[in-house]
C-alpha cells in the first residue's frame, strides 16, 4: 500500500509503496493463502518464512521539522539479533 502521516509540527511522512512481513514463530506463510477481514482480502504472491519480520519503503520521503528531508527506498528486516537496513537512492 502507500502512507501518508503528518505530525502537526514535527513532520510529514510519505512512500509510494509500503510492504510489511511478520511471521512468529509457530509458522510460515505460503504463497496463496488468503486473509480476509470484513469485506477486505488479500492473498499472498510469495511465502514469507517463519520468524519473520521485515518492511520496505519504495518512495519514502519525510520533511522532519523543516529541518531536514530524507528521501529514498529503504528497507528493514530483523534476522537473529541483527537488524538489517539497506537502502537506494537515499537522500538528506
Do not use: E
Not at 20 to 45: P, R
Not at 53 to 63: H, I
Amino acid at each position: 500500500g502507500t502512507l501518508t502521516a503528518s505530525v502537526d509540527g514535527l513532520g510529514n511522512l510519505k512512500a509510494t509503496s509500503v510492504a510489511v512481513q511478520y511471521t512468529g514463530t509457530a509458522g510460515a506463510v505460503t504463497a496463496g493463502t488468503k486473509v480476509s477481514v470484513g469485506s477486505q482480502s488479500y492473498t499472498f504472491s510469495q511465502a514469507i518464512a517463519a520468524n519473520t519480520v521485515a518492511f520496505t519503503l519504495k518512495g519514502f520521503s519525510a520533511d522532519i521539522a523543516n529541518f531536514v528531508s530524507l528521501s529514498g527506498d529503504l528497507g528493514f528486516a530483523k534476522t537473529g539479533t541483527d537488524i538489517v537496513a539497506v537502502g537506494s537512492n537515499v537522500t538528506a
